[in-house]
């Protein structure tokens, strides 16, 4: 079945710094993958998306390519900043090879960012 | 209502009690998600509806769990006699589209504590 891994956390930065968010996926069919964001207190949120191989998905400074050759979909931002801290899901929308999509996502543990001033 | 609304937000029940957990979707979104998020885990996918549908329930643990959204606003998930290994953060999500899109909309959770 599908699954998604992500780095192990939690991760601690100062304020400026670079982040990179590991994660993998296995999936049949062609997936399309996410990054939701949940800050504390509030409820999940879309961060981006992508929906085919080599897509990059963008918002609010955070970036991840899509790459079906590693299986992979990092979540990056050049330079963090304290409103950042919150946990940060990968995710995957699974097809089946006739390109039918499923209606459940399968998401990672999640990964823990806490930003230091 | 401006996002989904989820009630009540935190529940303590005793071991055998019946609970049951009300979201409130966007208006006029088709489609309704439930989810499961133990401590420390991503959430796992329970049900889904499309309108008063229920097109999807592979995910749900037992048949203590029962989900319904019988006039395709409001749902309700009910668990029946609740085990300790119930307790979790349990989400609602929405999405305005019959399709797929993956883009879900969803509310802070309601959190059971099953003593």
């Known amino acids: 079945g599908d699954s998604v891994t992500q780095m192990e956390g939690p991760v601690t930065l100062s304020e400026e710094a670079f982040l990179t968010i590991n994660c993998t996926y296995t999936?049949?069919?062609?997936?399309?993958l996410f990054w939701y964001v949940q800050y504390p207190g509030e409820g999940l949120q879309l961060l981006l998306k992508?929906?085919?191989?080599?897509d990059k998905g963008s918002n609010k400074g955070f970036e991840a390519t899509y790459r079906k050759e590693t299986t992979s979909f990092h979540l990056e931002k050049g330079s963090v900043q304290v409103s950042d801290s919150a946990v940060y899901f990968c995710?995957?929308?699974?097809?089946?090879?006739?390109?039918?999509?499923?209606?459940?996502?399968?998401f990672g543990q999640g990964t823990i960012l806490t930003v230091h001033p | 209502g401006a996002g989904v609304s989820q009630s009540p937000r935190y529940k303590v029940a005793k071991r055998g009690q019946d609970v049951a957990l009300r979201c409130d979707p966007i208006?006029?979104?088709?489609?309704l998600f439930w989810y499961q998020q133990a401590l420390g885990q991503g959430p796992e996918f329970l049900t889904y509806?499309?309108?008063?549908?229920?097109?999807?329930k592979s995910g749900l643990p037992s048949d203590r769990f029962f989900a319904e959204r019988p006039e395709g606003s409001v749902s309700t998930l009910k668990i029946q006699r609740t085990q300790q290994e119930d307790s979790a953060v349990y989400l609602c999500?929405?999405?305005?589209?019959?399709?797929?899109?993956?883009?879900?909309?969803f509310g802070e959770g309601s959190r059971l504590t099953v003593l």
């Open positions: 999500a929405s999405s305005l589209e019959g399709g797929f899109t993956g883009e879900l909309f």
């Open positions: 999936a049949t069919g062609y997936p399309s």
């Open positions: 992508a929906t085919k191989a080599d």
């Open positions: 995710a995957l929308k699974g097809t089946d090879a006739g390109g039918t999509s499923y209606g459940k996502l399968t």
């Open positions: 208006s006029g979104h088709v489609s």
């Open positions: 509806f499309q309108n008063e549908a229920q097109l999807d």
